[in-house]
């Protein structure tokens, strides 16, 4: 029988030093997503990341940003890929089908390419709902800090038991 992985660090590691992010941000709804965006890069580098470290990727929508993540992620130049957008409901069911496509298709990019992708789009009925989450910018590079962590205990346990 084989031991389950627990990682070192029963917290979260707190420096981002020598890791490398990719962010993927949606242009529409920017006046949402622009401060989600502060906010992750406020929490990269309270974190330790180094800017050069980071990389922006701006697309025209939510829809859009699954495919740039899997095409980062795919690059090897990065260690955790953050997705931000923002979709707010209107009255058509797009919102649906664009929520829904964005959060799937990010899912898949990670399970794909085997890079964390972490999830910092918004799905929300009103703005006042969006202005009351910008806090999930900061929250989505915190995450991503962690599973890049988590995923370079992991490469360094395969390499050992290899």
């Known amino acids: 029988m084989s031991e389950s992985f627990t990682p070192k660090n029963t917290r979260p590691r707190t420096t981002a030093a020598g890791f490398r992010f990719a962010l993927v941000v949606s242009r529409f709804n ?24 980071i990389e922006v990727v701006r ?23 953050i997705a931000i957008g923002c979709v707010l409901r209107g009255e058509t069911s797009h919102f649906d ?19 964390p992708v972490s999830f910092g789009v918004l799905t929300v009925d009103t703005v006042e709902q969006a202005e009351e989450r910008l806090g999930k910018g900061g929250e ?7 599973m890049a ?14």
């Open 30 to 53: 920017s006046f949402i997503t622009e401060r989600l965006l502060a906010g992750a890069l406020d929490a990269l580098k309270a974190a330790g990341a180094s800017a050069d470290h």
């Open 97 to 115: 089908f664009v929520a829904s496509e964005a959060a799937s298709g990010l899912q898949l990019a990670g399970l794909e390419t085997g890079v």
């Open 59 to 81: 697309v025209p929508g939510s829809f859009e940003i699954p495919l740039t993540a899997k095409k980062l992620a795919s690059g090897g130049n990065a260690d955790a890929v």
């Open 140 to 146: 989505a590079a915190r995450s991503a800090l962690e």
């Open 149 to 162: 962590d988590i995923f370079s205990q992991v490469r360094a346990l395969v390499r050992s038991a290899g």
